[in-house]
């Protein structure tokens, strides 16, 4: 059930008409936020919890909005609203669930909404489903990675590895002495060869190993920082993941 909905909309008009649209449909849905630049939506998302959905326009005042996810990690999904169709097949690399072309009218919205309520239904669903199945199934794990060195290549163990992050749209691994070295991999990928008892799935640009982590810290809004020993980065883990990863930790 759709709750609160953060709207990220640089003409007001539009952004005006979006509240008047999902009022009709669902007047007990809270507008938590209307952002209307990139830079605005970033910090908007590091300091406060995820809303069920966004609305999101792809131009924006500074930038086009898939910027956005290079700097933040937003989990929910997005419906993106936009007056160009060109966009339409980069979009859905981003949790989006749907793409409605401006003006937007009130039967699209809807659909959109109800798209959005089955995905959160059907997410909830596989993760039972994924959990029952851990427990029938022991699962074999990525143990090392082959990558090219010099004229050949050479093995890196994954027990040498400290934490694993995204930098630049590359995939990078930062080892216990210190070097990076790339992966060819993403990190949806590596998150499912790791064995998460080892590794944790911080946010959608860091995978951090139990090892590496010297303390938490409280953040805005019930979020956690993790200090990593030897790493000057900066880890968030969202209010939903926190008590996840304690449990981690603690295990």
């Known amino acids: 059930?759709?709750?609160?909905?953060?709207?990220?909309?640089?003409?007001?008009?539009?952004?005006?008409?979006?509240?008047?649209?999902?009022?009709?449909?669902?007047?007990?849905?809270?507008?938590?936020?209307?952002?209307?630049?990139?830079?605005?939506?970033?910090?908007?998302?590091?300091?406060n919890e995820e809303p069920d959905v966004v609305m999101m326009d792809i131009r924006?005042?500074?930038?086009?909005?898939?910027?956005?996810?290079?700097?933040?990690?937003?989990?929910?999904?997005?419906?993106?609203?936009?007056?160009?169709?060109?966009?339409?097949?980069?979009?859905?690399?981003?949790?989006?669930?749907?793409?409605?072309?401006?003006?937007?009218?009130?039967?699209?919205?809807?659909s959109a909404l109800n798209k959005v309520d089955d995905?959160?239904?059907?997410?909830?669903?596989?993760?039972?489903?994924?959990?029952?199945?851990?427990?029938?199934?022991?699962?074999?794990?990525r143990t090392r990675f082959l990558i090219p060195f010099r004229d050949g290549f050479q093995t890196i163990l994954v027990t040498d590895l400290s934490f694993i992050y995204m930098d630049m749209k590359l995939t990078k691994a930062r080892l216990k002495n210190g070097k990076d070295v790339v992966l060819?991999?993403?990190?949806?990928?590596?998150e499912k060869q790791l064995d998460p008892k080892f590794f944790f799935r911080a946010n959608r640009q860091f995978i951090i190993h139990v090892d590496s982590v010297d303390q938490l810290v409280n953040y805005f809004n019930r979020k956690l920082k993790v200090i990593l020993f030897n790493a000057d980065v900066e880890v968030?883990?969202?209010?939903?993941?926190?008590?996840?990863?304690?449990?981690w930790l603690d295990s």
């Open 184 to 190: 060819n991999l993403s990190l949806d990928d590596l």
């Open 1 to 47: 059930m759709i709750e609160k909905i953060v709207i990220v909309e640089d003409e007001k008009l539009n952004a005006d008409r979006l509240k008047r649209l999902i009022s009709e449909i669902n007047p007990s849905v809270k507008i938590t936020a209307v952002l209307d630049s990139v830079m605005d939506t970033i910090e908007w998302f590091k300091e």
């Open 60 to 110: 924006l005042s500074d930038g086009v909005s898939f910027d956005i996810f290079d700097k933040v990690a937003i989990q929910c999904p997005i419906i993106f609203t936009t007056a160009y169709d060109e966009y339409a097949v980069q979009a859905f690399k981003y949790n989006s669930v749907d793409y409605i072309l401006k003006p937007v009218e009130k039967e699209e919205l809807h």
């Open 119 to 141: 995905y959160k239904s059907k997410m909830e669903n596989q993760l039972s489903i994924d959990k029952l199945l851990s427990y029938v199934k022991q699962k074999e794990y």
């Open 236 to 247: 968030i883990v969202s209010r939903e993941k926190s008590n996840l990863l304690k449990e």
